[in-house]
């Protein structure tokens, strides 16, 4: 039994080609918004590219700008097909056509699904990436005159004033590193070598931050450095009093950002996919309405439309069979008797053959 059976007539099949046409125009238009997302994404990835570990947080983006272009492609072709379906001899040519373009089809739309899905599950790896990629930048910090390392202080410092935000997890991050460079130490200074002797690795560590980390919208000037030292600043509780740089760590800051942008994007890919199957199912009714009047013989008269020609229950039975068929096609079959060594086995005999003659009756 047919799912979803549908009685068309023939105004009825010319209405459905003629929606159809223009609702495939509307879906090469969500292509493109499609594929801008992904670029989009893509490009506020690459700019933070610098604190960002090498790993696979690109796999969204170029998910969502390959399967933009696919749209255009599909449902450009998808509104030809609907165009002639509005006539029973055009639509003759892509009779064959038109099973294989809605599996197609409808395999595109399962990978928008996909990338909508991808944008939800993506703050795992982005976290990782983000934490990776600021404790190296944070570590070379301090390296403004070694090649390939003299950008990511402005990077950093950039980064902290844009997101308001100071270090990786927070500002005691700073205090575990030496951000400030050698050749700005004052090595005649008796604090500076004590601080070095100080240190396993000779490091020069204080309790301090960079200016990036300091917010300009506190009323009392930034106390970047010895910041858990109460006697060093007047009327100050490093444990109390809420301090005047950012609190927030810059991975956390970054994830938010881009997890509102991810989940921006994933609802439109929603949306997008729910609009394409709307189509597709469209489609479906349109092409088997066509076949059954061809099948019928009379252009002008009522035809069934349906989503399936068997239940459910049938139609995967069905496609199982033809799978195992297709596996059982591909193998060598070992029942045929082509692997007994008693079958089509050359007589190497090469011995002369005698002949006995009959005797000539007498």
């Not at 255009?72 to 056509?97: E, H, M, P, Q, T």
């Not at 403004?144 to 991050?173: A, S, W």
């Not at 604090?191 to 309790?207: C, I, Q």
């Not at 013989?297 to 009522?302: A, F, H, Q, S, T």
Request: proline letters at 2%.
């Amino acid at each position: 039994m047919a799912v979803l059976k549908v009685k068309f007539t023939k105004t009825k099949r010319d209405k459905l080609a003629q929606i159809l046409w223009i609702l495939n125009w509307v879906s090469v238009v969500s292509g493109i918004i499609l594929f801008s997302l992904g670029l989009f994404l893509k490009i506020e990835i690459k700019k933070r590219n610098e604190v960002m570990a090498k790993g696979d947080v690109n796999s969204v983006p170029n998910m969502l700008i390959s399967v933009g272009v696919i749209a255009c492609i599909i449902n450009f072709l998808g509104g030809k097909i609907c165009y002639d379906c509005s006539d029973a001899n055009k639509f003759s040519r892509w009779k064959l056509v038109m099973l294989p373009y809605i599996v197609c089809t409808f395999c595109f739309t399962f990978c928008i699904l996909v990338g909508a899905l991808m944008c939800y599950t993506m703050r795992n790896e982005l976290e990782e990436s983000l934490y990776l990629g600021l404790r190296d930048a944070i570590k070379f910090y301090k390296d403004t005159d070694i090649p390939g390392r003299c950008f990511l202080k402005k990077t950093v410092d950039m980064l902290q004033i844009g997101f308001q935000c100071c270090g990786n997890n927070g500002f005691r991050d700073w205090f575990e590193i030496q951000w400030v460079s050698a050749r700005y130490l004052n090595m005649a200074s008796k604090e500076v070598l004590d601080r070095l002797k100080s240190n396993v690795d000779g490091k020069f560590l204080v309790d301090g931050v960079p200016f990036s980390c300091c917010n300009p919208s506190s009323p009392r000037p930034c106390i970047q450095y010895q910041l858990t030292n109460n006697s060093a600043h007047y009327n100050y509780d490093f444990l109390t009093e809420e301090l005047n740089i950012w609190m927030k760590g810059c991975r956390e800051a970054l994830l938010d950002y881009y997890t509102a942008i991810m989940r921006s994007i994933g609802i439109a890919a929603l949306l997008i996919w729910l609009f394409e199957l709307s189509v597709l199912i469209g489609v479906r009714y349109l092409q088997t309405a066509m076949k059954n009047v061809l099948l019928l013989g009379d252009l002008e008269g009522e035809s069934d439309g349906w989503l399936l020609e068997n239940s459910f229950v049938e139609t995967a039975k069905y496609n199982i069979n033809i799978i195992k068929t297709l596996g059982k096609a591909n193998q060598i079959s070992t029942v045929s008797g082509m692997n007994n060594p008693n079958i089509d086995v050359q007589n190497t005999n090469c011995s002369k053959t005698t002949t006995k003659s009959i005797p000539a009756a007498s």
